[in-house]
């Protein structure tokens, strides 16, 4: 067997991951065919990852104009501890008031914590500016140097 293979998490495994609370790097391609790549808290939207982000940024005119999109969540400080998942697929823009109250909601609670009626009408706040992004998933690398079990 391979060494990529050894490491390599299953479908379970990276869904678990990726309910951690961790941080999605985000790639999309700028107008001068560079990528742009920016950090984003994340969500869910049914089981797909997703995030909102103001609808003038820059992610979001790249994602207008070509959807492609690859993500990054990775942990570990040390080569054994090595953990992550790479995305690869494409962006949906989403401008409707209810899913974007959604998705901002689902990051509120990965990372500030519940959401009540205060934390509902802060997200709808915040939102009136955003937009949300569905991450459509076409393919999926995963590693977990843990399962190395220290030998490399």
Same mark, same amino acid.
């Given at each position: ?78 080569? #054994?501890?090595?953990?992550? @998942?790479?995305? +690869? &697929?494409?962006?949906? !823009? ?7 109250? =959604? $998705? ?13 009626? #205060?934390?509902?009408?802060? @997200?709808?706040? +915040? &939102?009136?500016?955003? !937009? ?7 393919? =999926? $690398? ?11």
């Amino acid at each position: 067997m391979s060494r990529r293979e050894l490491i390599k998490m299953t479908g379970e495994e990276q869904a678990e991951y990726l309910r951690g609370r961790h941080v999605l790097n985000v790639a999309t391609i700028g107008p001068d065919g560079r990528v742009h790549l920016v950090a984003m808290w994340y969500g869910f939207l049914d089981d797909d990852i997703a995030f909102w982000t103001y609808g003038r940024s820059q992610k979001i005119a790249n994602l207008r104009r070509d959807p492609a999109m690859t993500g990054l969540v990775e942990t570990g400080d040390d080569y #054994a501890e090595l953990k992550g @998942v790479e995305l +690869v &697929g494409r962006g949906e !823009v989403i401008d409707d008031r209810d899913t974007i109250q =959604a $998705v901002g909601e689902s990051v509120w609670e990965r990372y500030t914590g519940p959401v009540d009626d #205060a934390a509902r009408q802060a @997200v709808q706040a +915040v &939102g009136a500016k955003r !937009v949300a992004v569905r991450f459509v998933v076409d393919k =999926a $690398v995963s590693w977990d140097h843990g399962k190395l079990a220290g030998g490399y």
